[in-house]
């Protein structure tokens, strides 16, 4: 379909239970870091190259747990609908925004949030943190 933007995206959950999110410069709503998947390249690739030029984040295939696939409005390409693979990683790396990345920031997975984020962000991702980062805290 030629409105739907592959991608891949990081659920980055540190133990505080806050998830990281980016926001590109000319934007207002923050998502998760990531980006388009290019032919032949694997989602976690994908996303391993992405974080690697948009927060100068070194991670590994292992990593990451793979979450699932996901659809939704894009945030910032009316009419366009994202098709995330996102991937789960319980860790605080510390980051440097790159490229397009305007701002950086922390967000709670439980309790209000002030800040504008992308549809797939609250609609999906969010729900996921919570349940990962409650499993978390079960287990430590």
């Known amino acids: 379909m030629d409105n739907v933007i ?3 995206v990081a659920l980055i959950i540190n133990d505080r239970g806050e998830m ?8 207002s709503a ?4 990531g980006g388009k998947i290019d032919a032949g390249e694997t989602p976690v690739a994908a ?17 990451f747990a793979y979450e699932g696939r ?10 366009m609908i994202v098709e995330a693979d996102a991937f789960s990683w319980l860790a605080a790396p510390a980051v440097s925004p790159q490229a397009e990345i305007e701002e950086v920031k922390w ?23 919570r349940k990962r980062h409650a499993e978390a805290r079960r287990h430590a």
Request: net charge negative; proline share 9%; aromatic share 4%.
């Open 6 to 8: 592959r991608i891949a």
């Open 20 to 27: 990281l999110t980016v926001r590109k410069r000319g934007t």
């Open 30 to 33: 923050f998502m998760q870091p």
């Open 47 to 63: 996303l391993i190259r992405e974080l690697g030029e948009e927060l100068a984040l070194k991670a590994a295939p292992e990593d």
């Open 70 to 79: 996901y659809r939704e409005q894009a945030a910032n390409e009316p009419g």
């Open 107 to 129: 967000l709670p997975v439980d309790g209000p949030i002030t800040e504008e984020r992308a549809a797939l962000s609250r609609n999906h991702l969010f729900p996921i943190a």
